[in-house]
Structures are given as structure tokens and as C-alpha cells.
């Protein structure tokens, strides 16, 4: 939630900022700044809404230099204006910051302040900049170091989450940053560094990062990053290299992320299923799950912890683990588990699932489960993020950046490591390998299939087309299938806002069949799996109310046309594996209605991707 980026070095840092501010756009899109020294004064611009209108801007107020920082908004504390928007300045007009995250005793702060500070933002932001530039004055060392120090003090009257970024007009040879709860990265460049609210901005400039902890500061200058504790103590951490590559983080070609992202499954699928198999043995192999076969033999209980989509992953991988491996298993959403007083103890497992690894109802669900003893293994997308340091071990889901806010892509490799999870527990405890290795094959078989669906995208656009003017739907699944309802309500709502619901199939006739009439179409998921004479029935008692039905149903399976006013037809697929597939389709079509009502696909109203305030 909100971006930021900083560059020190020695190119001209308003056109690498604007780069960067583009790639975070889907962080926050309701405001932007930027503020760049020449090494003798500073300079500043801001914009309400999309980046492109910032750029546009600075057409016209060019701002040369070569130090500067860039935030991107979502709106918490203070309406979208451009006064709310970052950077902010101290009060003497010489430091300025930017902030993800929230500062919650900003109004005892600023009383603290006094009447001779003046506020111009409605934010809790701006409390920092005046904070900061204060302790900056009573420093003796006018230098790098003092504005180390004084970013320290005043950090140690907050409290709240943070990761800021702070320049100061007369210390123009460094950049300070600091993280208490919000992510900080440091990208390590040759005679320039960069300071990111994530990597995606650097990745175009280089791979090798620090991750900021909580309570670390980080001096960057042009050729060199010192880390610090908040308390001033050195601390000495070593350079990662990510992975991904920039490509990852370019539309090559599409319209959208989104379509983008929905295109790269079959390719990301691989990687997550890459390395992971053993036929020999008809398991799954994941070392990141660092438990003995003792241990897994031991758990009585798992739990997947998530927010979201990435909780109607979790949803299949409740299903699997009890069909494979016989454990009772469930499903949180982050923000209900940790509000709770769950029932946990040493034989549960905690998977905690999340795209961004920073969601903040995630992690303090995470960190919960931790304290009362649990083992906790993390399901995670982004490399070095949060959630997947705090957790005792657990899976990277490779599936790239994703960039656009609705998630798809991190959806269909979250599934598929929660499957691998599921038949490796399956195998200690009561698979067959032969039972094993049928699974594994049905693996392999994945991505053809889903390119074989990719490659219907025509015809479902046409069916989004039709019916993308209804005001309400309904999503209907069954078992393993439910869950792709829930996400194929949750896909349609989020970009289209269009309202949706999603049912399982034999919930209809206790109260949401009222809903249904000629204008309140179905869509059903309907494969010929061990429920589908079950799902007929649901089908036809909604025919029985002239309810328009859309149908997702198995190749071959003509007795679907009978039921339907329109089929999306998927392979057959082993039952357990069907969500990869069948939440294909659905993405597709919220995809097509959005783009049929011009929404802003990859950015919708009110959303952000990386939900890290609670
Ligand atoms: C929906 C969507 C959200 C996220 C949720 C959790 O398309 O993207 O529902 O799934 O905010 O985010 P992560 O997975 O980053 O924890």
C-alpha cells in the first residue's frame, strides 16, 4: 500500500523515479510526488491521481539532480489531495519524507510540537518530516551522519508502522531510510543505490538488495549503504540476489497485467512444480518444510491463514490435505484468526499464504501462531518479503511479479504448492505411491490444458460481452470447486464492480435461491466429477426460476448444453487438481467485462495490491 522509491547516484534521478513510480503504480494510484536535490536546494512535485498525470507535470517543472525520492498513494489518513500527497516537508522547509505505513500517535506529536510547527496535509506523514527536521537541528554533525542520527530520535517518539525515505537539503550526499512495518529494500547499484518500498521499481537496474528489517536504519550514499539499529548499533547484513527478472514486471505486449499475468500460468506453474517432484516415490518434495517425517506423522490439525484470493487458495489446500492426508485442516482469514483466541498448540500447522508477503492481517496472524506454539510455514510469492522471513520455513510460489491488482497467477501457484504440501503429507501418512505418482502425472498434464483454455479466450470474451450489463451474479461450486466460485465472485466484483456471490451448490435452497430471476444470472462449475449429478440438480432448480446459467463444464459433456444458455468447456482433469484449471475461465471473463465497461483493469477503484495497514 502507497510506493516509494529513491535513487542516489549519478544519473539524473527524475526520469529513473518516474520509471519506478510507474512500476509501484499498483500500490496506490490517488496521488504522487517527487522531490530531487541538485546538491544545493531541493526541489518538489506532486500530483492527485494517476502517475501519468505527474509525469505530464513535469513536462513542464523539470527537476534536475541526481538524489531524490518518489512515493505513490493510497489514501488512509487525509482525502486525496495534492497537499496530502508525499513527499512531506519539515517545517523550515528543508527535509523532506516519504511514508508507507501509519503513524498512530501523530496527534500527540504534533501537540508535542507546538504552535510554531504548521501543518499543510491532513496526513499523519507530515508529523515525521517536522519531527525529523527538528532532531536534524539540535545535531552538532551537519552531515550525513547527524541526519542519521536525528531520522533515529525522532523515530523513537513514534509509534505505529513505518518505511520512509528521507533527504535533506543541506546533507544532499545521502539518503536516509528506515522500516518498522512497512517494507524497505535497498537496491545495490555501482556508484548509485536505490531504496524501494519492494523491488520491482529496481529490478532494471540491478538484482542485489538489502532487506531492511524492522527497527534497522540505512544510510545510502552514492557508493556505499551502512545499517544501523535505531539504537545507533552497526548492524552487518549480506547482499541477496533476486530472481526475477525485469521482463516479468513489462506488459510484453498486452493490454494489461492482468491478461499478462493470466497468459504467464502455464509457464509459472512449471516453475513452481520445478524440482519439487520425486516419481520414484510419488511425492512431492519440499525442502523449505524443514519438519521430520515424525513430526508430519504427529500434526492433528492445519490451518492455512490468508486474506483474500490468496484464502480461497487456502481453501483448496483444506480439501486436499483432508482427502490426502486425513488431517482435519481449515481455513482463516488473517483479520478473524488473530482477533480470535484460536485452539493451536505444538501439533498444529499453520500455512500462512500470501502474494505480497506483507499483508498486515497476515503477518499478525502469522506471529500469533508463532507465540502459541504452532509450526508455521509460510506459502509465499515475493522473495525476502516479511511473511517469508518470519515463518519457520515454508515454499516460494515462483510465480513472478504480479503486478496487477487483482491476483491470478499467485492464486494458481499458491493452489498448486498447497497441493504439493498436501500429497507430500498425504505420503507420510496414508498415499499410495502408486496413488502418488497418478497424481503427479495429472501434474504434467497442467499446462497444455491450460493453454488449451487460454486458447478459447475468444469465445469467452464474447459470452463477457453479453452479459457484462447485468447488475448481479451468482457463483455456484461444489467441493474442491467451491472455492473457484469464491474467487470467480471475488475477480468479478473487484475489477468489474459488479456485485457478485458465490454459494456452494447445496446452500441454494436455504435462502439465496430467492435471489434468482431473469436477471440474476448463475454461473456454475459444473465438472463431471463424483458431485456433478448433485450440481445438476442445483442447476435445474435454478432453471426451474428462469435463471440464465453460464456453465463450466468438461470436454465432451453435451448434456451441459441442455442446461445452459452458454458452456465454457475445460479438459478433464483428476478432481483435486480441477481449481487449476477452472479458475481459468473465470478470470478470463471478469477480465472481458471489465474491459467491455472500461474499468481500469489492472488498478480498479478503491484497491490496492499490497494491503500492509490492518
Ligand atoms: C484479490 C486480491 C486480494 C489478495 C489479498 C491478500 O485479487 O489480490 O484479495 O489476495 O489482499 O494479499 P496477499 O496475497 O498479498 O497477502
Same mark, same amino acid.
Given at each position: 500500500?502507497?510506493?516509494?522509491?529513491?535513487?542516489?547516484?549519478?544519473?539524473?534521478?527524475?526520469?529513473?523515479?518516474?520509471?519506478?513510480?510507474?512500476?509501484?503504480?499498483? @500500490?496506490?494510484?490517488?496521488?504522487?510526488?517527487?522531490?530531487?536535490?541538485?546538491?544545493?536546494?531541493?526541489?518538489?512535485?506532486?500530483?492527485?491521481?494517476?502517475?501519468?498525470?505527474?509525469?505530464?507535470?513535469?513536462?513542464?517543472?523539470h527537476?534536475?539532480?541526481?538524489?531524490?525520492?518518489?512515493?505513490?498513494r493510497?489514501?488512509?489518513?487525509?482525502?486525496?489531495?495534492?497537499?496530502?500527497?508525499?513527499?512531506?516537508?519539515?517545517?523550515?522547509?528543508?527535509?523532506?519524507?516519504?511514508h508507507n505505513?501509519?503513524?498512530?500517535?501523530?496527534?500527540?506529536?504534533?501537540?508535542?510540537?507546538?504552535?510554531?510547527?504548521?501543518f499543510?496535509?491532513?496526513?499523519?506523514?507530515?508529523?515525521?518530516?517536522?519531527?525529523?527536521?527538528? =532532531?536534524f537541528?539540535?545535531?552538532?554533525?551537519?552531515?550525513?551522519?547527524?541526519?542519521?542520527?536525528?531520522?533515529?530520535?525522532?523515530l523513537?517518539?513514534?509509534?505505529?508502522?513505518?518505511?520512509?525515505?528521507?533527504m535533506? =537539503?543541506?546533507?544532499?550526499?545521502?539518503?536516509?531510510?528506515?522500516?518498522?512495518?512497512?517494507?524497505?529494500?535497498?537496491?545495490?547499484?555501482?556508484?548509485?543505490?536505490?531504496?524501494?518500498?519492494?523491488?520491482?521499481p529496481?529490478?532494471?537496474?540491478?538484482?542485489?538488495?538489502?532487506?531492511l528489517?524492522?527497527?534497522e536504519?540505512?544510510e545510502?550514499?552514492?557508493n556505499n549503504?551502512?545499517?544501523?539499529?535505531?539504537?545507533? =548499533?552497526?548492524?552487518?547484513?549480506?547482499?541477496?540476489?533476486?530472481?526475477?527478472?525485469?521482463?516479468?514486471?513489462?506488459?510484453?505486449g498486452?493490454?494489461?497485467?492482468?491478461?499478462k499475468?493470466?497468459?504467464?500460468?502455464?509457464?509459472?506453474?512449471e516453475?513452481?512444480?520445478?524440482?519439487?517432484?520425486?516419481?520414484?516415490e510419488?511425492?512431492?518434495v519440499?525442502?523449505?518444510?524443514?519438519?521430520?517425517?515424525?513430526?508430519? @506423522?504427529?500434526?492433528? @490439525?492445519?490451518?492455512?491463514?490468508?486474506?483474500?484470493?490468496?484464502?480461497?487458495?487456502?481453501?483448496?489446500g483444506?480439501?486436499?490435505?483432508?482427502?490426502?492426508?486425513?488431517?482435519?485442516?481449515?481455513?482463516?482469514?488473517?483479520?478473524?484468526?488473530?482477533?480470535?483466541?484460536?485452539?493451536?498448540?505444538?501439533?498444529?500447522?499453520?500455512?500462512v499464504?500470501?502474494?505480497?508477503?506483507?499483508?498486515?492481517?497476515?503477518?499478525?496472524?502469522?506471529?500469533e501462531?508463532?507465540?502459541?506454539?504452532?509450526?508455521?510455514?509460510?506459502?509465499?510469492?515475493?522473495?525476502?518479503?516479511?511473511?517469508?522471513r518470519?515463518?519457520?520455513?515454508?515454499?516460494?510460489i515462483?510465480?513472478?511479479?504480479?503486478l496487477?491488482v487483482? +491476483?491470478?497467477?499467485?492464486?494458481?501457484?499458491?493452489?498448486?504448492?498447497?497441493?504439493?504440501?498436501a500429497?507430500?503429507?498425504?505420503?507420510a501418512?496414508?498415499?499410495?505411491?502408486?496413488?502418488?505418482?497418478?497424481?503427479?502425472?495429472?501434474?504434467l498434464?497442467?499446462?497444455?490444458?491450460?493453454?488449451?483454455?487460454?486458447?478459447?479466450?475468444?469465445s469467452?470474451?464474447?459470452?463477457?460481452?453479453?452479459?457484462?450489463?447485468?447488475?448481479?451474479?451468482?457463483?455456484?461450486?461444489?467441493?474442491?470447486n467451491?472455492?473457484?466460485?469464491?474467487?470467480?465472485?471475488?475477480?468479478?466484483?473487484?475489477?468489474?464492480?459488479?456485485?457478485?456471490?458465490?454459494?456452494?451448490?447445496?446452500?441454494?435452497?436455504?435462502?439465496?435461491l430467492?435471489?434468482i430471476?431473469?436477471?440474476?444470472?448463475?454461473?456454475?462449475?459444473?465438472?463431471?466429477?463424483?458431485?456433478?449429478?448433485?450440481?445438476? +440438480?442445483?442447476? =435445474?432448480?435454478?432453471?426451474?426460476?428462469?435463471?440464465?446459467?453460464?456453465?463450466?463444464?468438461?470436454?465432451?459433456?453435451?448434456r451441459?448444453?441442455?442446461?445452459?444458455?452458454?458452456?465454457?468447456?475445460?479438459?478433464?482433469?483428476?478432481?483435486?487438481?480441477?481449481?487449476?484449471?477452472?479458475?481459468?475461465?473465470?478470470?478470463?471473463?471478469?477480465?472481458?467485462?471489465?474491459v467491455?465497461?472500461?474499468?481500469?483493469?489492472?488498478?480498479?477503484?478503491?484497491?490496492?495490491?499490497?494491503v500492509?495497514v490492518?
Amino acid at each position: 500500500m502507497c510506493g516509494i522509491i529513491g535513487y542516489i547516484g549519478k544519473r539524473q534521478a527524475a526520469p529513473i523515479l518516474l520509471q519506478g513510480l510507474r512500476r509501484l503504480e499498483y @500500490r496506490g494510484y490517488d496521488s504522487s510526488g517527487m522531490a530531487i536535490s541538485d546538491h544545493s536546494t531541493l526541489a518538489m512535485t506532486k500530483c492527485v491521481g494517476k502517475i501519468e498525470n505527474l509525469a505530464e507535470k513535469m513536462k513542464t517543472s523539470h527537476l534536475p539532480g541526481s538524489v531524490g525520492i518518489a512515493h505513490t498513494r493510497w489514501a488512509t489518513h487525509g482525502g486525496v489531495t495534492e497537499l496530502n500527497a508525499h513527499p512531506h516537508t519539515g517545517n523550515k522547509g528543508k527535509l523532506v519524507l516519504v511514508h508507507n505505513g501509519i503513524i498512530e500517535n501523530y496527534r500527540e506529536l504534533k501537540d508535542q510540537l507546538g504552535p510554531e510547527h504548521h501543518f499543510t496535509s491532513e496526513t499523519d506523514s507530515e508529523v515525521l518530516a517536522h519531527l525529523i527536521e527538528r =532532531e536534524f537541528d539540535l545535531q552538532e554533525q551537519k552531515n550525513c551522519e547527524g541526519l542519521r542520527k536525528a531520522v533515529g530520535c525522532g523515530l523513537s517518539h513514534v509509534k505505529g508502522t513505518y518505511g520512509i525515505v528521507v533527504m535533506h =537539503e543541506d546533507v544532499p550526499d545521502c539518503l536516509i531510510t528506515a522500516r518498522m512495518g512497512s517494507p524497505i529494500v535497498v537496491g545495490v547499484g555501482k556508484d548509485e543505490n536505490y531504496i524501494a518500498s519492494d523491488a520491482t521499481p529496481i529490478l532494471a537496474y540491478t538484482r542485489d538488495v538489502l532487506f531492511l528489517d524492522d527497527g534497522e536504519i540505512a544510510e545510502v550514499k552514492e557508493n556505499n549503504v551502512r545499517l544501523f539499529t535505531l539504537k545507533d =548499533e552497526i548492524v552487518s547484513k549480506k547482499v541477496e540476489e533476486i530472481h526475477w527478472n525485469d521482463e516479468q514486471a513489462e506488459k510484453q505486449g498486452f493490454p494489461h497485467f492482468m491478461l499478462k499475468e493470466i497468459h504467464d500460468q502455464p509457464t509459472v506453474f512449471e516453475d513452481a512444480i520445478r524440482g519439487r517432484f520425486n516419481m520414484a516415490e510419488g511425492t512431492a518434495v519440499l525442502g523449505g518444510l524443514n519438519m521430520t517425517e515424525q513430526q508430519m @506423522r504427529d500434526i492433528n @490439525r492445519v490451518i492455512f491463514i490468508a486474506c483474500g484470493t490468496a484464502s480461497y487458495a487456502g481453501m483448496v489446500g483444506k480439501y486436499a490435505f483432508e482427502r490426502l492426508a486425513g488431517i482435519p485442516a481449515e481455513v482463516d482469514v488473517a483479520s478473524e484468526f488473530r482477533y480470535r483466541d484460536p485452539i493451536i498448540d505444538e501439533k498444529t500447522l499453520v500455512f500462512v499464504m500470501s502474494q505480497s508477503g506483507e499483508t498486515a492481517d497476515t503477518l499478525a496472524a502469522l506471529r500469533e501462531a508463532k507465540r502459541k506454539g504452532a509450526f508455521v510455514r509460510g506459502i509465499v510469492n515475493v522473495i525476502g518479503s516479511t511473511i517469508s522471513r518470519e515463518t519457520d520455513g515454508g515454499t516460494y510460489i515462483h510465480a513472478g511479479a504480479e503486478l496487477a491488482v487483482a +491476483s491470478t497467477k499467485a492464486y494458481t501457484n499458491m493452489v498448486t504448492v498447497a497441493l504439493l504440501y498436501a500429497l507430500q503429507f498425504g505420503r507420510a501418512r496414508r498415499v499410495s505411491i502408486a496413488t502418488g505418482q497418478r497424481m503427479l502425472n495429472a501434474f504434467l498434464e497442467i499446462p497444455e490444458k491450460m493453454n488449451w483454455i487460454l486458447s478459447q479466450k475468444d469465445s469467452i470474451k464474447e459470452i463477457a460481452e453479453k452479459y457484462k450489463d447485468y447488475k448481479n451474479f451468482l457463483f455456484l461450486g461444489r467441493g474442491i470447486n467451491y472455492p473457484v466460485a469464491l474467487e470467480g465472485s471475488l475477480k468479478l466484483k473487484e475489477i468489474s464492480y459488479i456485485h457478485a456471490e458465490a454459494y456452494p451448490g447445496g446452500e441454494m435452497k436455504h435462502g439465496p435461491l430467492a435471489l434468482i430471476s431473469e436477471d440474476f444470472p448463475t454461473f456454475a462449475i459444473m465438472p463431471q466429477n463424483q458431485l456433478y449429478e448433485k450440481m445438476r +440438480s442445483n442447476i =435445474e432448480e435454478i432453471r426451474a426460476r428462469k435463471g440464465k446459467v453460464i456453465l463450466i463444464a468438461t470436454q465432451g459433456d453435451e448434456r451441459a448444453k441442455e442446461l445452459a444458455e452458454d458452456v465454457i468447456y475445460v479438459p478433464a482433469m483428476k478432481e483435486l487438481l480441477e481449481p487449476l484449471l477452472n479458475t481459468i475461465p473465470l478470470q478470463l471473463f471478469s477480465y472481458y467485462v471489465a474491459v467491455a465497461l472500461k474499468r481500469d483493469v489492472d488498478r480498479p477503484r478503491n484497491l490496492a495490491k499490497s494491503v500492509t495497514v490492518e
